[in-house]
């Protein structure tokens, strides 16, 4: 898409349209990935149960989806539920499957209307066969769809999935001199995808936990105080003009710091 597609949703002279001109589109990145935290803090700063942050938290990721599929990312990835979020109390457990599942239902239609194939990493086999059946759906619906690839991260963990590509790989009868970095990656959940360019994390917290940890290697990573319920489309502009302003170096130096080193 594009900075046309952009503005076309943007109210005319809302802040977010000057935000908007300023991204370099020719300078994207392709995969944008988000750890949603916070919704705990949201809920109890408003006296509320916990799992009101996370019914608010659905906002978020219609706004952040449109807008990722929007501006043209190639792939945005949201985790949603990890390994390590089994050992939440069940009522909690229950009310975030249940909204994932109302969100499939009743956000099928934007993700078609905006070209969205829907996709899901994660030991999705251990999740409950009406929340399996539910994703399959989406997954099924738009599987022909050639714009951005959203990717949800259920029952996922980064140690999990580098586990499942080594058992994957030994079933696959790869013998030890035919695995490098490039054939082990296509035995990731996240196979023939880029990795992320840009990891995103709310709340503030400086964590990866245990996410996309084969795939972050070169990410930039952008950590703001937003809470994951209070994030918007503004907030993933200012994400992608502040990674825009890095200098990515993959562990070599740019041209200009060479020229320092040769004086
Ligand atoms: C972290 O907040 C958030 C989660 C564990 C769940 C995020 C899930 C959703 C927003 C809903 C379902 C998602 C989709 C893609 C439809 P926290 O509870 O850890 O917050 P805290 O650190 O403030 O306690």
Do not use: C
């Not at 985790?79 to 969100?103: D, G, H, Q």
């Not at 580098?162 to 970095?181: C, H, K, N, T």
Request: glycine fraction near 6%; aromatic fraction near 8%.
């Amino acid at each position: 898409m594009s900075l046309e597609q952009l503005l076309a949703w943007i109210p005319a002279g809302h802040p977010d349209e000057a935000l908007a001109r300023r991204i370099d589109f020719a300078r994207l990145p392709a995969h944008v990935a988000i750890i949603m935290d916070g919704n705990g803090r949201w809920a109890a700063q408003r006296h509320l149960p916990r799992v009101e942050g996370h019914r608010a938290g659905i906002d978020a990721v219609r706004d952040t989806v449109e807008t990722g599929a929007r501006l043209g990312l190639d792939v945005l990835t949201l985790y949603a539920f990890s390994v390590e979020n089994w050992k939440r109390p069940a009522s909690e457990i229950n009310t975030l499957m249940l909204l994932l599942k109302r969100y499939l239902r009743s956000e099928l239609n934007t993700l078609l209307t905006n070209n969205i194939r829907f996709r899901v990493i994660g030991r999705v086999e251990d999740l409950a066969p009406d929340i399996q059946d539910e994703l399959n759906t989406a997954i099924e619906r738009t599987a022909q769809k050639s714009g951005m690839l959203f990717n949800v991260a259920l029952n996922y963990g980064g140690r999990a999935e580098i586990v499942d590509a080594a058992r994957r790989a030994i079933e696959a009868g790869l013998r030890p001199e035919e695995l490098d970095e490039e054939r082990f990656a296509s035995f990731l959940y996240t196979a023939g995808q880029p990795d992320p360019d840009l990891l995103i994390r709310t709340s503030g917290e400086m964590r990866v936990s245990n996410y996309l940890l084969w795939q972050i290697a070169y990410a930039e990573i952008y950590v703001t105080e937003t809470l994951w319920p209070d994030f918007r489309r503004r907030h993933l502009l200012e994400a992608v003009l502040a990674y825009q302003k890095r200098e990515r170096r993959y562990g070599g130096i740019t041209p200009a710091r060479a020229a320092i080193g040769a004086q």
